[in-house]
């Protein structure tokens, strides 16, 4: 019997849609059938119609819990919702429930089967297409540039005219993950002067290989063993003080040392931002509540400091660029969902598989994640 | 005797300086005094202080106009600054004395020397460094370009990644003129596919060097003796329709005819507008109280349509990048003010010089500029 799946519309101040039509399409080829929320696409520029022609049934909320078997959302639902979630239906999205250990507690309980995307394991080759992670962060860090870009007062390329040359600007980007290379990338195509920073000195590769200068701290954090050591005091405060001046030598930082579910560490200290020229712009791609990678940076706000410098709290970029985002989050739920369903059609979770017995959180009662175990203390 | 220049603060909505400190540094080097309204350049990130440091003295703006021999701005004074402006005191800025005539005849009577940039003869070579439209043209299609991907809902550039691949984003540039040009090569930059529109075929060869595409009208306008010649209206609605269709094949348009102080020129009709998909971006630069490029923009609004569009009415894009804008601009101020000095230091106006008989509006009760005569039907 064919699966119905469902794709809820998320808060307002989220943009992005779990799945877009051209994906609908292909699901419903594969013999699924689709619901989706009223309004669903609307903030990322799906039109309802639009998921009617790719065969999508267009449903209200409660229509959408009742009939489906794997609903699919990019946030976590709100708790009315959850509570609504039935014995053995599936839900599948970004649901921080390595952040959350109740909500899991809570899903397991009821029998419902949450995959939580934050639980892939990432070094599983069969897992990149999954990966809404990295395709998320990706788009953060096009979009942190184009941010700074908009932001600041000068031009990022170098500029010859006839009146004179402007100097293109420096842009710093502080960690060399996927958001943190897509910045650096991103910024380099606008013309900037770029340095990428990392304490891992294996990212110099791929920092130079998009033409930025790699910049890294002279003091190693690599023990016995190939395990990270402890650094001691006096090493951390140095590693501190060489990065202090590699920002003060820039006119943009963009800062992507985000992890999710902790505090993220304050790489921009306050007399970093005091001391910064005006005109100077801090993007900090991991402001949370908790904090952030900037001192003073707050989520969805731009601060504007007594000495003229700008800190944007950039806590949701993919939201901003809602179409590309969706449309490359939706691609990874597809990818789930094909390794969900057997040769019938109907979903059948494998909890010996590698990437299934990381991915899927809750499932008949249990929790099933790995590392989802480990954090509750279970075997 | 050594003049003194003050520059002037501007009005709120407009963040660029005339004077930036550098410049004010070379024109002390060159034996002027330099003084500089409190504040004038805090809105593109130029402190009092800097200006003290350079030389410079911060003054409130009734000081300015009493001891300056000659005033800079940037756009026009309110009235009652223009007001107090005395005989022989001379004022260069973008005055748009061309398009308010009335202004033009008052400042004469005043027997002010009045130097409104929108006058400058751009064919000249030796102007080409006064040329301040020109700079910040080329500073509007840079913000242009941006403003436009930071709206955009989607990627500029192709993006390959293991969840599929996005396709890149087509911006099409209308009118290739100096903003144009970098509107195009900024796109570009971006990683976009660009096209640049323009009714004169002798644009090929710039917009192609940039790697873009020319699309041009099939209707030719050139009539005999090189002169463009009237359309027919069977003609105007075919190169309409054409425009059209290029402009339906884009995702985002930017446009550029800007005539100032008249209406600009319909490119974009409501029917195009209505059409576009949502998440279509429009960029007018050529928005103003007497209309834009395209049909619904509004100067400083960003208009969201019934079918998802967007429409930003970019009237005053240099003011958003002031800083680089205002060093352009400064740039140009200072080469004219070279051309104004005789080898004592003094401000000698040479009405007979192939320039300055454009660029000087009024001068010593008279109007001077040959064009702006002709629009007063002087002889």
Redesign the interface.
Request: net charge negative; hydrophobic share 45%; charged share 15%.
């Given at each position: 019997m064919a699966i119905t799946i469902a794709a809820l519309k998320e808060a307002p101040a989220e943009?992005r849609v779990s799945l877009v039509p051209s994906v609908v399409k292909r699901l419903i080829k594969q013999g699924c059938q689709v619901l989706v929320e009223r309004g669903a696409g609307a903030a990322?520029?799906?039109?309802d119609q639009q998921y009617e022609e790719a065969g999508a049934k267009v449903v209200d909320r409660s229509a959408a819990l009742a009939q489906a078997n794997l609903l699919t959302v990019v946030d976590r639902p709100d708790e009315d919702t959850l509570g609504q979630l039935k014995e053995h239906q599936v839900i599948l999205g970004l649901l921080s429930l390595s952040v959350d250990h109740d909500v899991a507690k809570q899903l397991a309980e009821k029998q419902v089967t949450a995959l939580s995307f934050e639980l892939l394991p990432r070094t599983v080759s069969r897992a990149?297409?999954?990966?809404a992670l990295?395709?998320q962060s990706?788009?953060a860090g096009?979009k942190a540039a184009?941010?700074a870009?908009?932001h600041?007062?000068?031009?990022f390329?170098m500029?010859i005219?006839?009146?004179?040359t402007?100097k293109p600007a420096k842009v710093l980007v502080l960690g060399t993950g996927v958001a943190g290379l897509q910045a650096i990338g991103?910024a380099k195509?606008?013309?900037a002067i770029v340095s990428g920073y990392d304490v891992r000195p294996a990212s110099r590769g791929e920092v130079e290989s998009l033409g930025a200068k790699f910049l890294t701290s002279s003091v190693s954090a690599a023990g016995k063993g190939g395990y990270a050591r402890q650094l001691t005091k006096e090493e951390q405060q140095q590693q501190q003080d060489e990065l202090a001046g590699f920002i003060a030598d820039s006119d943009i930082v963009i800062t992507t040392a985000r992890v999710p579910g902790k505090k993220p560490p304050m790489l921009v200290t306050e007399k970093s931002v005091q001391e910064a020229?005006?005109?100077s712009i801090f993007i900090d791609i991991a402001a949370s509540d908790l904090g952030g990678n900037v001192a003073g940076s707050k989520p969805g706000e731009v601060v504007e400091t007594a000495n003229?410098a700008k800190i944007v709290g950039a806590d949701n970029l993919p939201s901003?660029?809602?179409?590309?985002a969706s449309?490359?989050y939706s691609?990874?739920v597809q990818?789930v969902i094909k390794a969900l369903l057997n040769k019938d059609g109907e979903i059948e979770i494998d909890t010996t598989d590698d990437v299934m017995s990381e991915l899927v959180a809750t499932h008949q009662g249990e929790v099933i994640s790995g590392r989802l175990r480990s954090q509750l203390g279970l075997p």
């Open positions: 943009h990322a520029n799906f039109a990149q297409s999954m990966d990295s395709s990706s788009v096009y184009l941010v870009a908009d600041f007062m000068r031009y390329p500029m005219t006839a009146a004179g402007a991103t195509r606008l013309g020229a005006p005109g003229g901003e660029l809602a179409t590309s449309e490359m691609k990874n990818a």
